[in-house]
């Protein structure tokens, strides 16, 4: 697998409380810009292997301007001033896809190390090629990303596929 992914870019890395199924990535400064919901990234996982995840409800933290206590930087917030940002930083919540595995994804059974670093897939980087080695057949593209082509499995065509959708959104 040396060698199969060059192009994401580091946008942080993975803080505590990380399981197997379940991240939360500490942003580099400015990376907040780049990274969105439903992005594609991949952990460089320290207890072993890579794992695929999708980030899922990011937040903007500054504990000077933490409520449910009075504080100096509530003090400026409420005399229309701008508090000090030097606590600021952002995370995104990380749900696991899989383990990425010889041929294709695997359930990822290891826990995800806390500071192992978290890589946003670039435009040009093409990371369902990851969700199933040597299948040729795709159906639709991921989000957002028409040259992100989403593989199927031959085998399992016969079987019901579930389309969801709310009212209007074009399942029929």
């Not at 803080?15 to 400064?29: H, K, Q």
């Not at 508090?83 to 294709?104: C, H, Q, R, T």
């Not at 989000?143 to 016969?158: C, D, T």
Request: aromatic residues 8%.
């Amino acid at each position: 697998m040396e060698g199969w992914l060059e192009l994401p870019i580091p946008i942080g890395m993975v803080s505590s409380g990380a399981s197997e199924s379940r991240a939360t990535v500490i942003l580099y400064d400015g990376m907040e810009r780049k990274v969105r919901n439903e992005s594609l990234v991949i952990i460089r996982n320290k207890n072993g292997g890579d794992v695929l995840a999708v980030c899922r409800g990011g937040r903007g933290l500054n504990e000077n301007v933490k409520t449910g206590s009075f504080n100096p930087g509530v003090a400026y917030a409420k005399r229309g001033r701008i508090p000090s940002s030097a606590k600021e930083y952002y995370i995104f919540n990380l749900e696991v896809i899989g383990a990425v595995g010889e041929d294709g994804i695997e359930q990822n059974k290891l826990i995800i190390a806390p500071t192992s670093i978290v890589e946003l897939f670039s435009d040009e980087d093409d990371p369902m090629r990851l969700l199933s080695k040597g299948s040729d057949l795709t159906i639709g593209h991921y989000w957002g990303r028409p040259n992100w082509r989403v593989p199927i499995l031959k085998q399992y065509i016969n079987y019901h596929i579930g389309i969801f959708g709310v009212t209007g959104s074009g399942k029929s």
